[in-house]
T-cell receptor, first 114, second 114 residues
Framework: DGGITQSPKYLFRKEGQNVTLSCEQNLNHDAMYWYRQDPGQGLRLIYYSQIVNDFQKGDIAEGYSVSREKKESFPLTVTSAQKNPTAFYLC?????????????FGEGSWLTVV | AQSVAQPEDQVNVAEGNPLTVKCTYSVSGNPYLFWYVQYPNRGLQFLLKYITGDNLVKGSYGFEAEFNKSQTSFHLKKPSALVSDSALYFCAVRAPYGNNRLAFGKGNQVVVIP
């Protein structure tokens, strides 16, 4: 099946730890995105990448890092510098070339600090 | 920068009645507008989008939306709501050029009462 796969679905992080959320897509999309969702705040853009080996900060990039070494993969690392990381994280992808292209989402990953 | 307002936190509707979820937007230039639905603990599913052309856009699961440029609105509608339509609905807008990030509203919780 074509789609976006996020793993793990649930992740627990101890204080001071870095954790990495995986995102893989087989839609042959050039652009990939990471969003954070908190209750009542909608979705906020963390990082996005429009092409392999290139990425840009979104609105809330502090405490996060990404890489884009392969077209299919866009992992997100939540570092210990992120002071309030408990949230639902959504990976997404789209074709590039037009702002009218639809952005498709994965099923999300829950990160909880324990 | 582009933005979206979804003025109602929750919309309650009886099963079988018409459903409307309101959205107004702000963007430079002609907007690209999207609606997504999210079920609990899941990612966002694409419902429909307006790029250009007919102001009435038809989408998945019997939903439609009407683009109104003068009122800068893009309300989501369904003629007869089902209990299974109970979910969180997000409106989003993207500018056609420049900073063309997808900006989301805070979401509307729809509750369809049997």
């Amino acid at each position: 099946d074509g789609g976006i796969t996020q793993s793990p679905k649930y992740l627990f992080r101890k204080e001071g730890q870095n954790v990495t959320l995986s995102c893989e897509q087989n839609l042959n999309h050039d652009a990939m995105y990471w969003y954070r969702q908190d209750p009542g705040q909608g979705l906020r853009l963390i990082y996005y990448s429009q092409i392999v080996n290139d990425f840009q900060k979104g609105d809330i990039a502090e405490g996060y890092s990404v890489s884009r070494e392969k077209k299919e993969s866009f992992p997100l690392t939540v570092t210990s510098a992120q002071k309030n990381p408990t949230a639902f994280y959504l990976c997404a992808s789209s074709s590039s070339g037009s702002s009218g292209n639809t952005i498709y989402f994965g099923e999300g990953s829950w990160l909880t600090v324990v | 920068a582009q933005s979206v307002a979804q003025p109602e936190d929750q919309v309650n509707v009886a099963e079988g009645n018409p459903l409307t979820v309101k959205c107004t937007y702000s963007v430079s230039g002609n907007p690209y507008l999207f609606w997504y639905v999210q079920y609990p603990n899941r990612g966002l599913q694409f419902l429909l989008k307006y790029i250009t052309g007919d102001n009435l856009v038809k989408g998945s699961y019997g939903f439609e939306a009407e683009f109104n440029k003068s009122q800068t609105s893009f309300h989501l509608k369904k003629p007869s709501a089902l209990v299974s339509d109970s979910a969180l609905y997000f409106c989003a807008v993207r500018a056609p050029y420049g900073n063309n990030r997808l900006a989301f509203g805070k979401g509307n919780q729809v509750v369809v009462i049997p």
